[in-house]
């Protein structure tokens, strides 16, 4: 394609297909989802293109009305997930091209994916799953971005904008961290808190459930007597 802004060989799916493209399914399990939550909004918004998000674990009951006009993205830290690899097969099986979303380099999702994209986040050592999240919004954006591009639904000035928010990230990222000892603060005020309410709207309605998704993890390894972030992570 010439001209383009965005490359991503990685997908291995031609233009003519993703020009041709009726929907999107994405199927993935716990923080993954969300994160593929928060896609959802991208795609339908960058890309003009109807995006649908399922449990993995739900995805073979409900008969998916899916074939070659749509794609399945398939996310996944650990690249391991039981439930997320079935949906991937059943997806396959019923003629969908797959797109693995992975961490894990050679994993047997991103194995079994037509075209992969690695988060490169390096390894996931204590829970919660935190870093792998905010890559895999990352990559969702950039996968949007270029289904825009290729479906020409953005202008080149509008993506080129969109990418220099992305490139502003890290620096945010920065001051953000920079406020860990008023977080130190708020944890020692409401560490004795028995609920808590997630709130966000919109894109920042995936997000608040990811944050909800964290606590509990944490605070139920709290609870087995293990010190936060000491624990052997699953995933
Ligand atoms: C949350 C967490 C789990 C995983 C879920 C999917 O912090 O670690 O909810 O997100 O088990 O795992 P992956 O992404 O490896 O398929």
């Not at 994405?26 to 339908?44: E, P």
């Not at 996310?75 to 003629?95: F, L, N, P, V």
């Not at 479906?151 to 220099?164: H, P, T």
Request: with cysteine; charged share 25%; hydrophobic share 40%.
């Amino acid at each position: 394609m010439a001209g383009e802004i965005l490359i991503a060989d990685e997908v291995r799916i031609s233009f003519e297909e993703l020009r041709t493209l009726r929907r999107i399914n994405v199927v993935a399990s716990g923080t993954s989802r969300h994160a593929g939550l928060a896609g959802q909004y991208m795609f339908q918004q960058l890309a003009n293109l109807p995006a649908e998000v399922d449990y993995a674990s739900e995805f073979e009951y409900r008969n998916p009305q899916i074939g070659r006009a749509e794609i399945t993205i398939v996310i996944t830290q650990s690249g391991e997930t039981a439930d997320t690899m079935s949906a991937q097969r059943m997806a396959k099986q019923k003629g969908s091209r797959t797109i693995a979303i992975s961490n894990v380099v050679g994993s047997t999702i991103a194995r079994e994916a037509d075209g992969v994209l690695y988060t490169h986040a390096g390894p996931e050592i204590s829970i919660a799953s935190t870093k792998a999240f905010t890559a895999q919004i990352g990559v969702l954006f950039l996968l949007a971005g270029y289904l825009a591009q290729v479906r020409e639904e953005i202008s080149r000035d509008a993506l080129r904008g969109w990418i220099k928010e992305l490139l502003a990230l890290p620096e945010k990222t920065r001051t953000v961290l920079k406020t860990s000892d008023q977080c130190r603060q708020l944890a020692d005020r409401f560490r004795k808190s028995e609920d808590f309410l997630f709130l966000g709207r919109a894109i920042h309605y995936p997000v608040a459930m990811d944050g909800a998704l964290k606590l509990k993890e944490v605070s139920y390894i709290h609870a087995e007597g293990y010190p936060a972030g000491e624990a052997k992570h699953g995933s």
